[in-house]
Every structure is written in structure tokens, then in C-alpha cells.
Nanobody, 116 residues
């Protein structure tokens, strides 16, 4: 079992920045991948960025060059630094953890609203 707690959402102006945090209840070394997903109103949830236990990262094309996923192993926390925000980045951002046995856990989500 992995509990995930997100924080850091809120409102920003277009062109601004926000940093999201996802604190895991156990070491991120024991988690195969952790990712950030988002869901805009009326749209399907989409992958934003993921990071593996080995530190390999991958991003959606729409956020490449603007968002950075990283982790603090000592704090069991994964971050999503979001720069150059635009209105299309608005949505509920959720943290996800995939562990051995194909088990997946989700956080409760945090709202990000970008105004133009």
C-alpha cells in the first residue's frame, strides 16, 4: 500500500510558475514509477510526466521544456515544477505510483488554475 499526498496547487497567471509536491508513504526506491497526470474539465485524464526508480523521466509533448519532474529520495517526495504556464494547463493534477505486482495508487488530486 502506498499513500500519496499532493500539495502545491492553486492559481497562477499565464506565464507564471507553480510547483506541485507528492509525498509518498514509503521510499520512492520501492516504487517502480511515479507520475503526474492531469484532467481538464470535460476531458480525459492524461499523462503529464513520469519518473522511474532509476531516475529516468518522460514528458507529454505539450509540457516538454516547461515542466520538470524530480524527486527527493530522502523525503519520499516527487515534484513537478511547472513554468511558462498557460490556460491549457488548467486541471486537476494527480500523483500516481506504480509498484510491483502491477498495483497502482493515486493521490487525491490538486487543482491548478491558470488565468490568461
Amino acid at each position: 500500500q502506498v499513500q500519496l499526498v499532493e500539495s502545491g496547487g492553486g492559481s497562477a497567471q499565464a506565464g507564471g510558475s507553480l510547483r506541485l509536491s507528492c509525498a509518498a508513504s514509503r521510499s520512492t526506491f520501492s516504487i517502480n514509477t511515479m507520475g503526474w497526470y492531469r484532467q481538464a474539465l470535460g476531458k480525459q485524464r492524461e499523462l503529464v510526466a513520469i519518473i522511474t526508480s532509476g531516475g529516468i523521466t518522460n514528458y507529454a509533448d505539450s509540457v516538454k521544456g516547461r515542466f520538470t519532474i524530480s524527486r527527493d529520495i530522502a523525503k519520499n517526495t516527487v515534484y513537478l515544477q511547472m513554468n511558462s504556464l498557460n490556460a491549457e494547463d488548467t486541471g486537476v493534477y494527480s500523483c500516481n505510483a506504480a509498484v510491483a505486482g502491477a498495483r497502482i495508487f493515486w493521490g487525491q488530486g490538486t487543482q491548478v488554475t491558470v488565468s490568461s
